[in-house]
Nanobody, 121 residues
Framework: QVQLVESGGGLVQAGGSLRLSCAASGRTFVTYAMGWFRQAPGKEREFVAVISGNSIGRYYADSVKGRFSISRDNAKSTVYLQMNSLKPEDTAVYYC??????????????WGQGTQVTVSS
């Protein structure tokens, strides 16, 4: 079992930056691909970014490519999402997830509770 706890969300003006963190429990963190997803009100959950266990594989949604960066620190069992040049359309609840495959679909084994990101115009 893996427990995930996100932090770092908040209110920011358009053009600003935030860094989300997701801390995982357990000693098998390195074996999991870690993904970030988001869900805006009235919309389906959508893929944002994913990173493989060894950090070699990193993939991004087209909507965030060039603005967001995913990274992980296996020694700290933590994955990060650096979000720059934020736009109002980035407003959503952001979730981290752990799974055995680095996939853009929400086929992950474990999910965090989410952290709210609000970008004002």
């Amino acid at each position: 079992q893996v427990q995930l706890v996100e932090s770092g969300g908040g209110l920011v003006q358009a053009g600003g930056s935030l860094r989300l963190s997701c801390a995982a429990s357990g000693r098998t963190f390195v074996t999991y691909a870690m993904g970030w997803f988001r869900q805006a009100p009235g919309k389906e959950r959508e893929f944002v970014a994913v990173i493989s266990g060894n950090s070699i594989g990193r993939y991004y949604a087209d909507s965030v490519k060039g603005r967001f960066s995913i990274s992980r620190d296996n020694a700290k069992s933590t994955v990060y999402l650096q979000m720059n040049s934020l736009k109002p359309e980035d407003t959503a609840v952001y979730y981290c997830a752990a799974g055995l495959r680095a996939t853009m679909t929400p086929d992950y084994n474990f999910w965090g509770q989410g952290t709210q990101v609000t970008v004002s115009s």
